[in-house]
């Protein structure tokens, strides 16, 4: 079993920036992605960012491509999402996620192949 701890939301005026940490209480050989979502109220959770876990391969929504950044600290266990220049719609509650699928590269941006999830931390961009 994978618990993640998310940290680093909070309230931040548009164009401002925050990062957000995932900890892992343990980055197996048995989690091979892990991924950023977000998710609204009255909506479907959304897709932000995923990193491999033991690779460098990445992948980004374009709807936050050149202002979000995922990266990793296997040391650490913990996954990092940079959100730069943020806008009022980046508005949401952000969760990380951890998933064993070996075949990432393919179901990256879909809830169903991540197994383990965060609580979820919330993010508000004001005017």
């Known amino acids: 079993q994978v618990q993640l701890a998310e940290t680093g939301g909070g309230l931040v005026q548009a164009g401002g920036s925050l990062r957000l940490s995932c900890a892992a209480s343990?980055?197996?050989?048995?989690?091979?992605?892990m991924g950023w979502f977000r998710q609204t109220p009255g909506m479907e959770r959304e897709f932000v960012s995923a990193?491999?876990?033991?690779?460098?391969?990445?992948n980004t929504a374009d709807s936050v491509k050149g202002r979000f950044t995922i990266s990793r600290d296997n040391a650490k266990n913990t996954v990092y999402l940079q959100m730069n220049s943020l806008k009022p719609e980046d508005t949401a509650v952000y969760y990380c996620?951890?998933?064993?699928?070996?075949?990432?590269?393919?179901?990256?941006?879909?809830?169903?192949?991540?197994?383990?999830w965060g609580q979820g931390t919330p993010v508000t961009v004001s005017l």
């Open positions: 990193i491999a876990v033991r690779s460098s391969y990445t």
């Open positions: 343990d980055l197996t050989f048995s989690i091979n992605v």
């Open positions: 996620a951890a998933g064993k699928s070996k075949s990432y590269i393919l179901n990256y941006y879909q809830p169903g192949a991540y197994e383990y």
